[in-house]
């Protein structure tokens, strides 16, 4: 069984920045879309940004220009940097992934089990 695990939530300032990792917790035949979600108390979870296998990269219109998705693919790691961090963008941040866990298993989606992102003063 794979799972991936985030980290480098907690708390900080308005205007500060904060590095998310999700890390997979063994080897994997082939990761290909990599993703981070977000969902603040009482909303509904939504995509905030994407990265394919290619490394071609997609935001949502609320963090174009403040985040930045990359991956390591020898770590089986994707990464969200946030910079310019608003107290609405307090959340728990998940990452979501396709992945194939041997070369004969089924592509399937894992999501991680979530890091909270405090943004207050």
Do not use: H
Request: with cysteine.
């Amino acid at each position: 069984q794979v799972q991936f695990v985030e980290s480098g939530g907690g708390l900080v300032q308005p205007g500060g920045s904060l590095r998310l990792s999700c890390a997979a917790s063994r080897s994997i035949f082939s990761i290909y879309t990599m993703r981070w979600y977000r969902q603040a108390p009482g909303k509904e979870r939504e995509l905030v940004a994407i990265i394919t296998s290619f490394g071609s990269t997609d935001y949502s219109d609320s963090v174009k220009g403040r985040f930045t998705i990359s991956r390591d693919n020898a770590k089986n790691t994707v990464y969200l940097q946030m910079n310019s961090l608003k107290p609405e963008e307090t959340a728990v941040y998940y990452c979501n992934v396709d992945a194939r866990v041997s070369s004969g298993g089924s592509l399937r989606a894992y999501w991680g089990q979530g890091t909270q992102v405090t943004v207050s003063s």
